[in-house]
């Protein structure tokens, strides 16, 4: 079956880690689990959003209101596409929780668009429609989230005007655990989390967080995990947000402890994320350790252990 043949596309969309060590707005990673699920299908009489799934209770279906359907309106009017689009998001990513939720719903839908109406848009358009659409949850356009999502691997943002985006390979043997803490910040979690970032930093600190977003860079094209872990030590983002993440130093010590190669903030958090050599070490303990971390604070916390993911794909045509 030829692609504009097909009424109905089914696509997968990975949770996403944004901020990555000192790159706060510029760095993020794709992780091959959680998922939504997102079925985009030609019918109906204008632009629909249902949503189901994990959290699906407060997500708005408003298409202004939700990250996929503004990525439709605005593809739609852009393209001059057809306007009777169906979308039901299964969410498998939970909100709030620093996955990218909003963005892996953003991303399927400007994937799905794109291989249903061939519209063979360059990787940088793609990831501009879906950062767009994160005006909806954020205020403003994110690229980092949506660009993991959409492209996989480990993605770095250049620039916003022009945007320009590049994805990094990583490691086979790059494990990753991360931690959720039962913690709840009430709707605007992240503007909570961004209200204390700094608007003013001293040089040293500027030279400190240069050095290891270069590192980390460099790191991964040379394929050395360790190198990968020292530098992802933040100096600005990192230790302003951490006051609203209870625990947070135990839970970045036990970590390591436990064999991590480094520690940070998953996105605007609550969720911290850890790096690990999937040859050396077991993931699982870094996990029940550092969720033994939050419980000495008084906060539950769940962990799972992933790879990298690979970004969209389309599981169905039909």
């Known amino acids: 079956m030829r692609l504009k043949e097909c009424r109905s596309v089914v696509v997968e969309a990975p949770a996403s880690s944004a901020n990555i060590g000192p790159g706060f ?38 298409l202004d209101s939700n990250t996929a359907g503004l990525v439709a309106k605005r593809l739609v009017a852009d393209y001059k596409l057809s306007n009777d689009i169906e979308i039901v998001i299964v969410k498998g990513v939970p909100v709030g929780m620093g996955l990218g939720s909003s963005a892996a719903s953003a991303a399927a839908v400007a994937y799905g668009l794109n291989e249903l109406f061939s519209l063979n848009l360059d990787k940088n358009v793609l990831v501009k429609y879906a950062a767009e659409g ?38 086979e043997n790059l494990g990753v655990c991360i931690a959720s803490p039962k913690i709840s910040y009430g709707q605007k979690k992240t503007e909570q989390f961004r209200a204390v970032i700094p608007k003013l930093i001293e040089l040293d600190k500027l030279v400190h967080n240069v050095g290891n977003a270069s590192a980390l860079v460099a ?23 951490s006051k609203l993440i209870p625990g947070y130093t135990f839970v970045k010590e036990a970590a390591l402890k436990a064999g991590a190669l480094g520690v940070t903030i998953s996105g605007a958090g609550p969720s911290m994320i850890a790096f690990y050599d999937l040859n050396k070490v077991d993931g699982r303990i870094i996990g029940e350790e550092m969720c033994m971390a939050f419980s000495s604070e008084g906060y539950d916390a769940t962990y799972i252990c992933t790879k990298v993911g690979q970004g969209c794909r389309i599981v169905e045509y039909f």
């Open 134 to 171: 994160e005006v909806a949850s954020a205020g403003k356009p994110h690229a980092d989230n949506v660009s993991a999502s959409l492209l996989g691997g480990f993605t770095l943002v250049r620039s916003y005007d022009p945007l320009e985006v590049y994805k990094f390979d990583v490691p």
């Open 219 to 241: 790191a991964l094209l040379t394929k050395n995990l360790e190198l990968f872990g020292r530098s992802l030590n933040d100096a600005v983002v990192e230790p302003a947000r």
């Open 25 to 62: 707005d510029v760095f993020a990673i794709a992780l091959d689990y959680p998922k939504d699920v997102v079925k985009i299908s030609l019918k109906g009489e204008g632009i629909k959003v249902f949503v189901e799934g994990i959290n699906s209770e407060n997500i708005p279906e408003d």
